[in-house]
């Protein structure tokens, strides 16, 4: 556990097995857009190990934060840190799951340092977790429809 505001645990039932994820992943990691099935996240601009991205929210906000100093050890785990909107780290886990499937465990660890969001933590810190919930669900399921698409 860290001392950080918010501490988010999603696990993903992906489709492919984690060998074959992990190098789609990594794959994109070279390419302009890394998430191109997430509709929620969007790149604004990718400079090497730093990208930043835009996170939106189905209540309407954004959230600008840029990922960095990425740590992969292949085919098992992705790190990395968060500066911006979103302050903090975040560790995927890739485990067998069920035959040819993966279980990506995405721990997010994070403070908001956005002035409004601080100012209404106490009040909206409920519909902050939702929204986060909703977001990563979101990004299962179409990372899952995705990747049946490119078959």
């Known amino acids: 556990m860290s001392d950080r505001a918010y501490e988010f645990r999603s ?9 074959r994820l992990w190098r789609t992943l990594e794959q994109f990691l070279e390419q302009d857009d890394p998430l191109p099935w997430w509709d929620a996240v969007s790149v604004t601009a990718h400079r090497g ?6 996170a939106r929210s189905a209540f309407g906000y954004r959230l600008r934060f840029t990922v960095h100093d990425l740590d992969l050890q292949p085919t098992t785990t992705m790190r990395f840190r968060s500066r911006g909107d979103l302050e903090g780290s975040a560790h995927l886990d890739f485990a067998p799951g069920r035959p040819g499937r993966t279980l990506l465990t995405i721990d997010w660890h994070v403070d908001t340092t956005a002035p409004w969001m ?5 009040l909206l810190r409920p519909a902050f977790v939702l ?21």
């Open 11 to 19: 696990v993903w039932d992906v489709e492919e097995p984690p060998e």
């Open 49 to 54: 190990e730093e990208i930043d991205l835009v």
């Open 118 to 122: 601080r100012r209404s933590e106490r």
């Open 131 to 151: 929204a986060h919930g909703l977001v990563m669900r979101s990004g299962e399921r179409r990372l899952n429809r995705w990747l049946r698409q490119r078959g």
